[in-house]
C-alpha cells in the first residue's frame, strides 16, 4: 500500500474520533442535565437547570455537525452503510435533538410551561437513546455484503446488547449531567445532583460489566480480537483503571467536593473512549470495513486537512473562551 495512502486514512480516524470524543463529552452533560429536568421538583429548580445550559448548548451540538461531514468526506462509504443501518436511531437521535433545542427557545417564554417542560427532557432522552442503540449497534457489527455496502434488515440495530448500551450511555449522560450541575449550583439542588451523582456512578458501573463481560462471550470476532496481543493487555487494563476512576469519583462525591466529581467523570468517558478507539483500529465499522477500504482519494483528504487545520483551532478556542466567559454559578432561572 502506498504510504500516505495508508496515512491519511489514520489521521482522519483520528480526528473523526476527536471529534466524536468532544461531542460526547461536551453534549453528554447537556443530555445528561435535560433528562435530569424531568426530576425537577420545582419550577424555579428546572430554570436553573436549563440556565446552566443555556450558553453553551448550541456550541457543544457544533461537533455532531462537524463530525457528520467529516466522515461523509473521509470514509464516504462508512457513511452510506452506517446511515443505511442505522436510519432509524439516528432519526431517533436527531428528532430529539430538534424537539429539545425549540422546547429550550419556547419554554422561556411560555405561560404554561408543563408541556416544554417535557419537551426538554424527553427529547433528551430520546436523543441519548438514539446514539445509544446506534452505538450499541456499531460495537455488535452492520451486516455488509463483499463491497462494504449494508446488506442487513431494517431492524437489525435493536437487539438486547443494544438496549445494554443505551441504557449504560443513558446512566453516563446522567452521571457527568449531575457531575456538571454540582458545579454550578449550589444548596439543597447541588445535594440533589450529588445523590444522582452517585446512583448514576453505581448503574454506569453496573452497565459497564456486564458489557465487558458479555462482548467477548457473544461475539466470536470480538474475542479473537481482544485475547491476542497486544489487545489482551488493554481489555485487562481498561476494566481496572475504570474501576479505580469509580473508586475515585465516589470518593469525591463523598467528600462533597464541587469539581473533582466532573474531572473524574471526564477521565472515565476518556478511557472508555481510548479503549474503544484501541480496540476498533483499523476498522470504520467493526470487524467489517476498515478505515482503508472505506476511504476516500487521498487528495480529497489531504485538502480536508488543510481545511479543518484551520477550523478546529478556531472552534477548540471558542469553546474554552466560552467555558471561561461563562464559569461561576447559576443562581436564577430565567435565561431569555
Do not use: C
Not at 446511515?83 to 417564554?109: C, D, K
Request: net charge neutral; charged share 10%; aromatic share 16%.
Amino acid at each position: 500500500m502506498d504510504p500516505l495512502a495508508q496515512f491519511l486514512p489514520q489521521v482522519w480516524f483520528f480526528i473523526l474520533a476527536l471529534f466524536l470524543f468532544l461531542y460526547v463529552m461536551l453534549d453528554g452533560f447537556d443530555l445528561g442535565v435535560g433528562i435530569l429536568s424531568l426530576t425537577s421538583s420545582n419550577e424555579e429548580r428546572r430554570g436553573i437547570l436549563m440556565t446552566s445550559l443555556s450558553n453553551v448548548w448550541d456550541a457543544n451540538e457544533t461537533w455532531l455537525v462537524i463530525m457528520g461531514g467529516a466522515l461523509f468526506g473521509a470514509f464516504p462509504l462508512a457513511y452510506g452503510t452506517i446511515l443505511n443501518g442505522l436510519y432509524i436511531p439516528i432519526f431517533l437521535m436527531i428528532f430529539g435533538l430538534i424537539f429539545r433545542a425549540v422546547a429550550f427557545e419556547f419554554r422561556e417564554h411560555a405561560k404554561r410551561k408543563l408541556f416544554w417542560n417535557y419537551a426538554f427532557g424527553l427529547g433528551s432522552f430520546l436523543a441519548a437513546l438514539g446514539q445509544g442503540f446506534a452505538l450499541g449497534s456499531v460495537l455488535k457489527g452492520i451486516t455488509v455484503d463483499a463491497a462494504g455496502r449494508f446488506a442487513g434488515s431494517t431492524w437489525d440495530w435493536l437487539s438486547w446488547q443494544s438496549v445494554l448500551v443505551a441504557l449504560t450511555l443513558i446512566q453516563g449522560y446522567v452521571l457527568i449531567g449531575s457531575t456538571y450541575l454540582i458545579t454550578k449550583t449550589e444548596g439543597e439542588l447541588q445535594d440533589t445532583h450529588y445523590r444522582t451523582a452517585k446512583i448514576a456512578a453505581l448503574t454506569t458501573l453496573v452497565g459497564a460489566i456486564f458489557i465487558t463481560i458479555s462482548t467477548p462471550i457473544f461475539y466470536e470476532s470480538a474475542r479473537t480480537r481482544l485475547f491476542q496481543e497486544p489487545f489482551i493487555y488493554i481489555f485487562a487494563a481498561v476494566p481496572l483503571l475504570g474501576a479505580l476512576l469509580i473508586w475515585l469519583l465516589l470518593r469525591s462525591l463523598s467528600r462533597r467536593q464541587e469539581r473533582a466529581p466532573f474531572i473524574w467523570t471526564i477521565l472515565i468517558f476518556t478511557l472508555t473512549f481510548a479503549g474503544l478507539a484501541l480496540v476498533v483500529f483499523p476498522y470504520i465499522i467493526p470487524m467489517s470495513v476498515t478505515i482503508y477500504q472505506a476511504a476516500a482519494a487521498p487528495s480529497a483528504l489531504v485538502f480536508m486537512i488543510i481545511f479543518m487545520g484551520f477550523l478546529i483551532p478556531i472552534m477548540l478556542a471558542y469553546n474554552i473562551f466560552q467555558y471561561i466567559v461563562f464559569r461561576g454559578k447559576v443562581t436564577g432561572g430565567h435565561y431569555e
